[in-house]
Antibody, heavy 120, light 110 residues
Framework: EVQLVQSGAEVKKPGESLKISCKGS????????IGWVRQMPGKGLEWMGI????????RYSPSFQGQVTISADKSISTAYLQWSSLKASDTAMYYC?????????????WGQGTTVTVSS | NFMLTQPHSVSESPGKTVTISCTRS????????VQWYQQRPGSAPTTVIY?????PSGVPDRFSGSIDSSSNSASLTISGLKTEDEADYYC?????????FGGGTKLTVL
C-alpha cells in the first residue's frame, strides 16, 4: 500500500526553528515528486512547493520562496519542510502529497497532515 | 498569476445532482489540467478528479469532471448525491510559474 506518514503535531514559540517530515512507503520514493500544501485554520489549500527526491530538484511557490525550505533524504524515503524562524502566521495544518498522476501537479496520495501551532 | 474562483457554498438534496464550477481568471482553462480534491471535515484531502475528467481508482462514477472553454471554467458534477459527499471541494490547476487552488466550495447535502 502506498502511504505517506507525516510527523506529529508541533507547538513552538515565535522565532524557533522547526522541521517536519513526510515518510513514503510502498513505492519507489525517488521516482515521484512530493508536494507540500498549507491549510491555515478555517481556510483553503495553498501550494507551497515540490521536491523530486531522486535528485532533490526543488521548486517553490512564489508565495513561499524564502519562507521555508523543502528537502529530502532518499536513503530513508523522507521529505521535509522546515522553518528557520517561525511566526504566529505559520500556524496551520501542513500536508505532503505524492504527485502520482502522469499529468503535472496532480496529487494522488496524501499524508495525514501535521499541525503546527506557533504561539508565545 | 491567475486565480481559480469557486462558489463559496452549494447545497442539494440526497439523490440529486450538483455541479461546482471553477473559473480561471486568465489563461486558457484548456491549456493546463484541472484536478479536484474532496476534503471531509477533520480529514486530509483526497483526489476525486485528475486531468480534467479522469477518476482515480476507487472514486465512484457519480463523480465527473469537465472543462468549458467558452466560460473558461472547469466543473465537478456529482450525481446521486449521498450524505457522505458532504465536504469541501477544491479545484487546482497551474501555469508555467505557479500552482493554484481554488478557494473551495462547501457542499451541503441536506
Amino acid at each position: 500500500e502506498v502511504q505517506l506518514v507525516q510527523s506529529g503535531a508541533e507547538v513552538k514559540k515565535p522565532g524557533e526553528s522547526l522541521k517536519i517530515s513526510c515518510k513514503g512507503s510502498g513505492y519507489s520514493f525517488t521516482s515521484y515528486w512530493i508536494g507540500w500544501v498549507r491549510q491555515m485554520p478555517g481556510k483553503g489549500l495553498e501550494w507551497m512547493g515540490i521536491i523530486y527526491p531522486g535528485d532533490s530538484d526543488t521548486r517553490y511557490s512564489p508565495s513561499f520562496q524564502g519562507q521555508v525550505t523543502i528537502s529530502a533524504d532518499k536513503s530513508i524515503s523522507t521529505a521535509y519542510l522546515q522553518w528557520s524562524s517561525l511566526k504566529a502566521s505559520d500556524t496551520a495544518m501542513y500536508y505532503c502529497a505524492r504527485l502520482g498522476f502522469g499529468s503535472p501537479y496532480g496529487m494522488d496520495v496524501w499524508g495525514q497532515g501535521t499541525t503546527v501551532t506557533v504561539s508565545s | 498569476n491567475f486565480m481559480l474562483t469557486q462558489p463559496h457554498s452549494v447545497s442539494e438534496s440526497p439523490g440529486k445532482t450538483v455541479t461546482i464550477s471553477c473559473t480561471r481568471s486568465s489563461g486558457s482553462i484548456a491549456s493546463n489540467y484541472v484536478q479536484w480534491y474532496q476534503q471531509r471535515p477533520g480529514s486530509a484531502p483526497t483526489t476525486v478528479i485528475y486531468e480534467d475528467n479522469q477518476r482515480p481508482s476507487g472514486v465512484p462514477d457519480r463523480f465527473s469532471g469537465s472543462i468549458d472553454s467558452s466560460s473558461n471554467s472547469a466543473s465537478l458534477t456529482i450525481s446521486g448525491l449521498k450524505t457522505e459527499d458532504e465536504a469541501d471541494y477544491y479545484c487546482q490547476s497551474y501555469d508555467s510559474s505557479n500552482v493554484v487552488f481554488g478557494g473551495g466550495t462547501k457542499l451541503t447535502v441536506l
